[in-house]
């Protein structure tokens, strides 16, 4: 069984647990209807469309 040699600083062992290399942004698309940008997938937080039909009543 592999046995490190030798102790591993905090440093290292919190940069391997890190997320540094998960850079790129999650699924982010435009809004058919007002062009907002929003998640995939997901009701616009500014229209309230979702699949090109209104799910959310917004008011004014």
């Given at each position: 069984?592999?046995?490190?040699?030798?102790?591993v600083?905090?440093?290292?062992?919190?940069?391997?647990?890190?997320?540094?290399?998960k850079?790129?942004?999650?699924?982010?698309?435009?809004?058919?209807?007002?062009?907002?940008?929003?998640?995939?997938?997901?009701?616009?937080?500014?229209?309230?469309?979702?699949?090109?039909k209104?799910?959310?009543?917004?008011?004014?």
């Amino acid at each position: 069984m592999a046995v490190p040699k030798k102790k591993v600083s905090k440093a290292r062992r919190d940069k391997r647990r890190s997320n540094v290399w998960k850079l790129e942004l999650p699924g982010m698309v435009k809004c058919p209807k007002c062009g907002e940008y929003n998640l995939a997938h997901r009701v616009c937080k500014n229209c309230g469309c979702y699949d090109g039909k209104v799910v959310v009543e917004k008011n004014a």
